[in-house]
């Protein structure tokens, strides 16, 4: 079974059982890496932080950005 979720500025179709880590990783496959390094934030459609490991619903936005901090 899939869900609609939105990514940034796109519907797309997720799997019920995904996490939004997994979701970011099918995005983009340097998703996971820059947020576990945290080099990047992933936040819901209001701004509030969204831990990676959370299941995706129905519906839900999920906004990834990078920082513009370069170490």
Known sequence: ????????D???SAAATDTVLDLLAR???SWPEAISAGRALVTDGRGLPLDPAAAVSAGMIVRAVRSARRD
């Open 1 to 8: 079974m899939t869900v609609p979720v939105f990514v940034n």
């Open 27 to 29: 995005e983009d496959a």
């Open 10 to 12: 796109r519907r797309v």
